[in-house]
């Protein structure tokens, strides 16, 4: 449930800080594919981080690990 958790708050605040910078630094003109739109931008951010706060270790348990 943690893990959960975790994640909805990084997709939220990744998307929250794409539209920001859609806000603050996007370009009008259209040219920039990722910035002219905020729904893209929001996505993209959405999905940066997801990435940020996706779980990437793996409990090993009891095992132990040799060091020769």
Not at 29 to 55: D, E, H, Q, R
């Amino acid at each position: 449930m943690k893990n959960i958790i975790t994640l909805v708050i990084g997709i939220v605040a990744g998307g929250f800080l794409g539209f920001v910078y859609y806000y603050f630094i996007g370009c009008n003109g259209g040219s920039c594919p990722i910035t002219s739109n905020p729904y893209i931008s929001i996505l993209y951010g959405a999905i940066f981080g997801l990435v940020l706060t996706f779980p990437t270790k793996r409990k090993n348990g009891n095992k132990t690990q040799d060091k020769n």
